[in-house]
């Protein structure tokens, strides 16, 4: 079953206003395995959803309108409709009273333009909207469906659930496509590309689909089945060979984040974590205070900024600063061996780098991070080098060393 | 001039990406006076990637092209556009140089996929990356324009702004609109448009445009004259009426985000500032330090999620945590008195709050959050109710202690 997105609305082309309608019946469909083919985002003019109607309804065997239903002057949809399928408006007297007993709820006067919400196609069957006043209707025209709902996602999305989705898998006989997302940090797309290259043919013969999905500093791969739920032990096998090819660098499957991930590792080892941070300020401690119930193992921590705090709080040796520099190995490693002792917990987290974009040197240039990690069995460091702005450049170091933390507290329970 | 956007990528249409980058481009091209008629999103196929160039070069006088330039397999955008303009690839020299030196910079091997990233049709005019490998293209044909640009948001922007605007601006006399963007923290949209309704009114009767562009915590007001520059003076004023309707909530104008202006104060009077961070966990210090060039005020800090911490480190009384609380004007007056006192800086910004999802109480629901400062003449601190999920009252937090703390310095300085 191939589906077309026709999204309506000058709010979406100007900008003003995000398309994640036309996202959420993606997802919405795709998981029910129907194929959305294409979404086409158009104005409010008369033309333009006449022409995108009759390309949608020959390209697709479902069209799904949103938008222009309401009731100000600017909306056009249902005349056009109507006008494409030579068809006629009449009040609709069931969908009259629902749209008075809203308002009466709301102790709000209907106005004329209101009553008009309740006129549809003749031809057409009207799809109940139990969230507001503007119903869905569904029209049928050679075998091909044209459904239109309207643009509030809250009442889109009740009626898709409510209305469509019942009526679309009892025709189609829609499918449940399978798919599971392994995560990656710290490996570029185009080094998994090159190293897997078989795997990723292997698996493309086996009838599977792989997708690269990256994002700054992680990647995600995603393997998808037309066969439902029966390939899901062909996709764990795949992905158990991912696993051995990227030990460190696969930290999990799904939705939940890397920060989530470490939390849940230190939950269940019950161990308590720190961080001592220089130039990400901030940021790693932050991005474990993120989650949801992290009291349970992160402490505190040291943001010191400057070379004197390193020494006064943590106990960096002075010397240091003018032989190998704040940041190296020496100063990170003393960093958190320093902020564990003093904060009392067991995995301590250590930043110094050089996060631009001024700083720089030929020998450490923007970019440069040391992160180093006290454990209960003991230091260790490792030198980063982002080639990125700024913001980047944290964001990078945050996910390192969050992944650095979760191998380090893995080798620790070996 | 006519605009069609076409965003590629299965990604987008199976909801897993928002398409933020049309989105993006809508707005900057209604900026311009350039009308976007529509936004075309399909999959990575060749066929439907032709049919939507061909529709797009037909319908518009320019088609934006983005997505399908990766390095991996699933990317076949490159060779679509090579094919639709009876073309050839070939390296483009200036560009190899420029990958190999982003991978000598990143000190990584470079792969042949990377190489074929400097390929592009001999037609092409390269329009540069400076942010990513991939290279922007433009292509002409019948008088009409094709442009193709990475999927990365950020490589998109970089090269329309750089490359693609000036061009356009050049080719089609774009006019610029006249705009001016005020930024307002701790008062919602909502407010504003019920105290200033006479303000906004005249300000339409004056021919000017307004809206309200509201994120978490923020409202942006943007002033827009379609008569250029000549209407600065004007909006001008009506911005110093908005200044005195909110003196405490706009914070500046423009793109300048509130840890950069606050930032900027700070170095203006030759200031030093340190946080102790409880709920927030270093997400104020990280937003301070997000900032290039803040090592010139930031020192830095003291993430004491712990009650035991708060006392060993900050000296916070014991006994207040059995009295009032940790989250209490008594505990942030001292977390911030005791945090400027060890850091030896000018000013100390202290957070203790409920950040959610546990640990309410009727007294105290979630998104109770006290903030204090410690300034060179005083010791000051606040209440505030936040109602939201953790992410966002972390979030709210921060802009509100940014805030607070600018106008603390301003105090101190009047």
Chains 1, 2 share one sequence.
């Not at 919400?117 to 025209?141: D, R, Y």
């Not at 996602?153 to 449940?176: D, S, T």
Request: aromatic content about 8%; overall charge negative.
């Amino acid at each position: 079953m191939q589906v077309e997105i026709i999204s309506i609305g000058d709010e979406l082309l100007i900008g003003q206003t995000i398309n994640t309608n036309a996202s959420w019946m993606g997802q919405e469909l795709s998981r029910r395995g129907a194929f959305v083919s294409r979404v086409v985002t158009i104005s409010d003019k008369t033309d333009a959803i006449r022409s995108a109607i009759d390309e949608g309804l020959n390209n697709a065997d479902v069209v799904l309108v949103t938008g222009g239903l309401g009731p100000t002057k600017d909306d056009v949809t249902k005349k056009v409709i109507t006008d494409y399928f030579e068809d006629e408006l009449y009040i609709h007297e069931e969908t009259l009273e629902r749209v008075k007993g809203f308002f009466a709820r709301m102790n709000r006067p209907m106005l004329e333009v209101n009553v008009q919400q309740a006129a549809v196609p003749k031809k057409c069957t009207v799809l109940k909207n139990m969230q507001g006043t503007a119903p869905g209707m569904w029209l049928e025209k050679n075998s091909k469906i044209l459904i239109s709902l309207p643009g509030v996602p809250y009442e889109m999305k009740g009626i898709m659930e409510q209305e469509v989705f019942p009526r679309l898998e009892h025709l189609f006989g829609l499918k449940q496509f399978y798919a599971k997302t392994a995560n990656l940090q710290g490996v570029g797309e185009s080094y998994i590309a090159d190293k897997m290259a078989v795997w990723e043919d292997n698996l493309r013969s086996n009838g599977l689909e792989l997708a690269y999905l990256p994002s700054p500093g992680l990647v995600r791969l995603r393997i998808t089945s037309l066969n439902g739920q029966s390939d899901e032990a062909l996709i764990d096998a795949c992905f158990r060979e991912l696993e051995e090819a990227y030990p460190e660098n696969l930290y999990g499957y799904g939705d939940a984040s890397l920060a989530e991930i470490t939390g849940n590792l230190l939950k269940q080892y019950g161990a308590t974590v720190a961080t001592a941070e220089s130039c990400t300020g901030g940021a790693l401690a932050a991005s474990l205070v993120s989650v949801p119930g992290s009291s349970a193992y992160f402490h505190g921590g040291f943001l010191t900024y400057t070379n004197e705090l390193k020494h006064t709080i943590l106990g960096v040796q002075q010397e240091h600063f003018t032989t190998v520099g704040a940041v190296s190995e020496e100063v990170v490693r003393e960093m958190a061996a320093g902020g564990k002792n003093k904060l009392n917990v067991d995995y301590c987290v250590s930043i110094s780098g050089i996060a631009g974009p001024d700083g720089g040197t030929e020998e450490k240039p923007v970019g440069t991070v040391w992160i180093g990690i006290a454990s209960p069995k003991r230091v260790v460091a490792k030198r980063f080098l982002f080639s990125d702005n700024r913001e980047r450049v944290i964001n990078r170091t945050v996910l390192s060393a969050l992944n650095f933390l979760r191998n380090e507290i893995l080798w620790n329970h070996q």
